[in-house]
């Protein structure tokens, strides 16, 4: 039922939301130029690996992420417009509208056993961490909050993060982690 859900929901979403993916590509070539989108391997359900599409948010080349993303990109992010790209992901069958947010694949061999059981499901566009602190929480946190979703799943769990999900988003809080332009590196550990 979930697969059949994300995809009736991810075409709606898609239908209704063309124009403004046109406008949003358009306005991204002519601030950033090429490439529009952000390719980036991410580890997928069971840890395999997966191509996520977003629209790019930084300037290409060397620097920090903090020298790299640009006030367009910031307003990107800030309303998660940047993930829009994903439902491509979730019409693959790749990813899910909600799940755990899929992390770098550099970062399978980091996971205690227990923060690997969070790829038990399809990573999300959305999910119980980003309703509850986004990337503000620590990293301890959210594998907690990763895993308890795993654990509690539901349709009507789905339905509410979805929904919570747009007040969040409106909200524009816990973009970044404290003191990062982005978030900072999974390194292992921190059970």
């Known amino acids: 039922m979930k697969r059949l859900f994300d995809i009736f929901a ?18 991204q070539l002519a601030v950033l130029g090429r490439p529009i989108f952000f390719r980036q391997q991410r580890a997928g359900k069971n840890g395999q690996a997966l ?12 620097g920090s992420d903090a020298e790299r993303l640009i006030p367009w990109g910031r307003f990107l992010r800030s309303t998660s417009l940047d993930e829009l790209p994903e439902l491509w992901n979730v019409l693959r069958g790749e990813m899910s509208l909600v799940g755990p ?59 509410k993060i979805l929904l919570l999900t747009v007040v969040t988003v409106f909200r524009r809080e816990n973009i970044s982690a404290q003191g990062q332009a982005t978030r900072s590196e999974f390194f292992g550990s921190e059970e």
Not at 51 to 62: D, E, Q, V
Not at 121 to 135: F, L
Request: some cysteine.
């Open 101 to 159: 947010r899929p992390l770098p694949i550099t970062y399978l061999e980091r996971y205690s056993a227990a923060q690997a059981k969070r790829h038990d499901v399809r990573p999300g566009i959305t999910g119980w961490a980003q309703i509850n602190g986004r990337n503000g929480l620590t990293w301890k946190r959210q594998f907690e909050l990763d895993l308890w979703y795993v654990k509690h799943r539901t349709f009507w769990l789905d339905l």
């Open 51 to 62: 191509s996520i599409l977003k629209f790019r948010t930084m300037r290409t080349g060397a």
């Open 10 to 27: 991810t075409i709606i979403l898609a239908c209704a939301l063309c124009l403004p993916l046109v406008i949003l590509s358009a306005i």
